[in-house]
């Protein structure tokens, strides 16, 4: 069975303090890793996407990098505004294909 | 920016009522798929479809029923609503093999 888990389920920082947030995969037969933004009561928002190890991409405060068994979100002098739960998703080969498999999330909250 | 329309937002509705969620995307995706999302909690696929008259249960076992008889239109419907049924439910869409999924804002239904 694919698998997607992400660490830690919750994560506090002081404003301008980096940290990290990990998503590990079921490595075998992974065809994009997806990193998603979601406030309370809201949809997911899409992030990035990662196809191959060694891949980094960027937006603003973070940087989403994939390794050949997991990724990281990486959050750098995080804001108030910062705080969400974010997910981490991957699309598999086979008829796993058709579906997203998602992780349950990072809680951020950003203190100011 | 994603176009991928949810209504209504919010909805409280008596036990018994029949109700249809609607999701529209004018993206042309041939994926659609319908979550259930409790608050703080993580997602999970109810039903999916990958083209027009094809849908498929997914992983929670839900008592709602979806139709796709246009590729942009993909209806999820309660026949006798539940207190069970009070959750946010969320719609997605996507297109090829290995690309991200892109959510509306979601409804939020609550039956009392």
């Known amino acids: 069975e694919d698998q997607v888990t992400q660490s830690p389920e919750a994560l506090r920082l002081q404003e301008g303090e980096s940290s990290s947030l990990n998503c590990s995969y079921t490595?075998?037969?992974?065809?994009?890793l997806f990193w998603y933004r979601q406030d309370p009561g809201k949809g997911p928002e899409f992030l990035f996407t990662?196809?191959?190890a060694g891949e980094e991409k960027e937006k603003e405060r973070l940087k989403a990098t994939l390794t050949k068994k997991e990724s990281f979100l990486h959050i750098t002098a995080p804001k108030p505004e910062d705080s969400a739960t974010y997910l981490c998703?991957?699309?598999?080969?086979?008829?796993?294909?058709?579906?997203?498999?998602f992780g349950k999330g990072t809680k951020l909250s950003v203190i100011p | 920016e994603a176009d991928i329309y949810q209504t209504p937002r919010y909805l409280v509705i008596g036990t018994g009522k029949k109700i249809t969620l609607e999701c529209s995307q004018t993206?042309?995706?041939?994926?659609m798929y319908w979550y259930q999302q409790d608050p703080g909690m993580e997602l999970h696929l109810i039903h999916y479809?990958?083209?027009?008259?094809?849908?498929e249960k997914g992983d929670l076992s839900s008592e709602s029923t979806v139709s796709r008889i246009r590729t942009e239109h993909f209806p999820l419907t309660l026949e006798s609503a539940r207190p069970s049924h009070t959750s946010q439910y969320l719609c997605?869409?996507?297109?090829?093999?290995?690309?991200?999924?892109?959510f509306g804002q979601g409804t939020r239904l609550t039956v009392v």
């Open positions: 998703a991957g699309v598999y080969s086979g008829a796993g294909s058709y579906q997203l498999t």
């Open positions: 993206m042309g995706h041939d994926k």
């Open positions: 479809s990958y083209g027009v008259n094809s849908t």
């Open positions: 490595v075998s037969g992974l065809r994009g």
């Open positions: 997605a869409s996507r297109t090829g093999v290995n690309t991200e999924a892109f």
């Open positions: 990662l196809y191959s």
